[in-house]
């Protein structure tokens, strides 16, 4: 039998109180560590959510300090070549709020930020986004409304930074995953020209 938890009141039983630090870790203004944080983060994960609920994580991933501090509780992130879905930045136009987990590979421990979003299609410090000549066609402006850090856990469990437990050949290579489940009418061959060595070399454009 499956049983449901229907309230916060079932929750808090089952789970209990948050610990006193945990409950109270929450800023809003940007701490010179943070800044450093994001100094040193080459990637992060960008939660949205559409009007009608509908949830989107977006990975995005550049140099160290992709993310600019724009100011004590404003950072922007810069857009760069995709699959051209947008599906957060179309949740963003229509449901501002946003939460961000950035990350730097080896460490278990990530930043997490929530605020509200806006989408700018050009500004002064976009010249500071520049990388490869590429320079965004759009940012996300985020304004901070809470920021924190997140302890290791999850990442212990997973042993997500162990390579002894890495499994890439776990499946088969993203040529052949494309042909399987998303273009079986296009040609092996085709896919994995497209993601063999030249993919790297158009990442920027």
């Known amino acids: 039998m499956t049983v449901e938890i229907t ?5 808090r039983d089952l789970l209990g109180a948050p610990m006193p630090r945990a409950a109270v870790k929450e800023r809003q203004v940007l701490h010179d560590r943070d800044r450093q944080w994001l100094a040193a983060a080459p990637f992060c994960l960008v939660a949205t959510a559409g009007a009608d609920g509908t949830c989107d994580v977006s990975p995005k991933g550049d140099p160290p300090g992709f993310a600019l501090v ?13 699959n051209r879905r947008a599906d957060g930045y179309r949740n963003i136009l229509d449901n501002p709020h946003v939460g961000l987990i950035f990350l730097i590979p080896g460490r278990t421990d990530t930043l997490r930020i929530n605020g509200r979003a806006r989408l700018v299609r050009d500004a002064p410090f976009f010249d500071d986004l520049v990388v490869r000549g590429h320079r965004p066609v759009l940012a996300i402006v985020v304004e901070i409304e809470q920021i924190f850090y997140h302890c290791a856990k999850a990442f212990l469990r997973s042993e997500l930074w162990r390579p002894e437990t890495w499994q890439p050949d776990a499946l088969p290579p993203r040529a052949r995953l494309i042909k399987e489940v998303e273009a079986p009418a296009e040609s092996l061959a085709d896919l994995e020209r497209y993601y063999g060595p030249e993919y790297e070399s158009r990442i920027y454009g």
Do not use: F, N, Q, V
Request: without cysteine; proline residues 11%; hydrophobic residues 30%.
């Open 70 to 82: 724009l100011g004590d509780t404003t950072i922007a992130i810069p857009e760069r070549p995709g």
């Open 7 to 11: 309230s916060h009141e079932e929750l």
